[in-house]
């Protein structure tokens, strides 16, 4: 068994589950639904097979596969898996089988179409495909193919399946939103592609790949990278990072290139939503990890300053705009930007803390935004408006559903004892040993967020019952198998993060080993020693 294709399967088992689903009658739109969540069950039940098999200290990078694919270009088909990739893997392969079942009855708003729920949950598992195989790349040419590909798709969920509506501004907003996403994402995309040619042109001069071509091969560019065999100067080096780091930032989305993302995010329904914040666009944070820093260290080192000054701006503004938000979607989504701000923060610090918080925090933020914008728009879909003034007491009529929305608020906020305040400690305190300043900035958006989520729980859950929110309902069976594993995660990884740490260490240190960089020495007040002179107020 030690040959078999453990990432191939992993990401084409979604695959030829989308191309079964699409191949059912139009008929049979239950049973579309439910071979869909049946393909997603399995690669969830793969990833937990590789958990089990990886070993965390062992190879930097296992399971392995390589074969050829572009010979004459120096492009290999070549997969493996390390365990910052490992615990995005899982993390994917757990919300999307969520997503499904949260979604099952999304047909009654996206349209009445006969192929509506086959094409759906067709593009979803296409999507979790596409960024299955992006995480666990390892040739930079597959890894670019299929970082754009994933576009297409998701294009289409948030522009052919948003919220139905009859009203003409409304599905014209949500075609604008859609055409957003795609065009700041292809330019992102395009940008990086004029740096993947410019970095296969130096390998090529450098004959690192076989005969006069060049190599796409992530670890054989890695290596020569940190020996200076690339012969390539420092502008040139720093051109290329800002190339790969441009297309990271906008799928990130690192302010200002983030405006896409609260309009995809309330055009889209909500699965879908979760979808693009929760899972595609870790790959944005993931690329950075492993690409910008890997790839370039020096460039890395050298714009680090600018990249976490754009992120403690994003913490910042994310968090304020939030604040004003009168839309409940519109708020969480622009938490996000937020927290995608803490993320590229402690990327950027270039400490172990910094990197394992940032790893961490892009598992916690999967699973706090799934629980908080589902749980939202469970309550959106009974109320029919997105308004947060049109709520107020719910906790009396769906106590339940309040009460797993304030755990999920209180979650976002990175209360201690929930899964994100560990991920968001590591972070401040892995920053702070190398940028003080930025790290005592981004610690206010702690107070802001406590503003955010409890005034938005207070303005839509406590208070008198308004008129119109008397007939809502609690949490359903199916709801409640959504939103009670979310909920169970954020508990169990707040009180012990341990089994995620222990995949996500070893390849922490393993990247800041091979880029050459080492923990700054904590930053202690100097304590005078006993008997010294005190400034002779004796004398």
């Not at 990401?11 to 689903?21: T, Y």
């Not at 990890?289 to 020096?298: A, E, G, I, N």
């Not at 960089?517 to 005190?534: E, R, S, Y």
Request: glycine content about 10%; aromatic content about 10%; proline content about 5%.
């Amino acid at each position: 068994m030690s040959d078999f294709p453990w990432l191939t399967t992993l990401w084409l088992l979604p695959v030829v589950g989308a191309v079964a689903v699409l191949l059912l009658p139009a008929s049979q739109r239950t049973l579309a639904r439910v071979l869909a969540f049946g393909v997603a069950l399995a690669v969830l039940v793969l990833g937990i097979v590789l958990a089990v098999r990886f070993e965390p200290g062992g190879a930097q990078y296992q399971f392995v596969e390589s074969h050829e694919w572009i010979p004459a270009f120096g492009a290999g088909y070549t997969l493996g898996l390390d365990g910052i990739a490992l615990v995005l893997v899982l993390l994917t392969a757990a919300l999307v089988p969520l997503l499904i079942l949260a979604g099952w009855n999304d047909e009654r708003e996206v349209g009445s179409g006969r192929r509506v729920s086959h094409t759906y949950v067709a593009l979803t598992l296409l999507v979790e495909a596409m960024v299955l195989i992006s995480f666990v790349s390892l040739d930079i040419l597959l890894f670019y193919v299929f970082f754009e590909a994933m576009l297409v798709p998701m294009y289409f969920l948030i522009g052919g399946f948003g919220p139905r509506s009859a009203d003409l501004a409304h599905r014209q907003q949500r075609s604008r939103a859609a055409v957003k996403f795609l065009l700041y994402n292809l330019f992102g995309g395009l940008i990086m592609l004029a740096a993947v040619i410019g970095l296969y042109v130096l390998t090529a001069r450098q004959g690192l790949g076989s005969g006069t071509s060049g190599t796409f091969d992530f670890r054989t560019v890695v290596a020569a990278a940190n020996a200076g065999q690339l012969g390539a100067g420092p502008a040139v080096l720093n051109a290329l990072f800002l190339g790969f780091m441009f297309a990271f930032a906008v799928k990130a989305p690192l302010w200002p290139l983030h405006t896409w993302l609260p309009d995809a995010a309330v055009a889209a329904t909500p699965s879908s939503a979760v979808l693009m914040m929760a899972v595609v666009d870790k790959v944005g944070t993931f690329g950075m990890l492993r690409y910008c820093l890997l790839l370039f260290p020096d460039a890395s080192g050298t714009y680090a300053p600018l990249v976490i000054t754009l992120a403690v701006i994003g913490i910042i503004y994310g968090a304020l705009l939030a604040i004003g938000q009168t839309d409940v979607m519109r708020l969480i989504a622009y938490t996000s930007i937020s927290h995608f701000g803490f993320i590229i923060l402690g990327i950027f610090a270039m400490t172990s803390q910094g990197q394992t918080g940032a790893t961490l925090y892009m598992v916690n933020h999967g699973i706090s935004t799934a629980a908080l914008f589902l749980i939202a728009g469970f309550l959106v879909s009974r109320r029919g408006t997105r308004a947060i003034a049109a709520y107020g007491g719910v906790q009396k009529v769906a106590p339940v559903l309040a009460g797993t929305f304030f755990i999920a608020g209180l979650a976002t906020l990175s209360l201690p004892g929930l899964a994100p305040f560990i991920s968001e400690f590591l972070v401040l305190l892995g920053t702070f040993n190398r940028y003080g300043f930025a790290a005592v900035i981004a610690t206010g958006a702690l107070v802001l967020a406590a503003l955010y989520v409890l005034w938005m729980y207070q303005r839509m859950m406590t208070g008198p019952v308004k008129e119109g929110n008397e007939r809502l309902y609690d949490l359903v069976p199916r709801e409640l198998a959504v939103v009670v594993p979310l909920i169970a995660a954020l508990l169990f990884l707040g009180i012990y993060p341990k089994p995620v740490l222990d995949f996500i260490n070893p390849a922490v240190g393993q990247t800041l080993t091979t880029i050459g960089v080492h923990d700054p020495a904590p930053k202690t007040p100097a304590i005078p020693a006993a008997g010294a002179d005190h400034g002779g107020a004796h004398k």
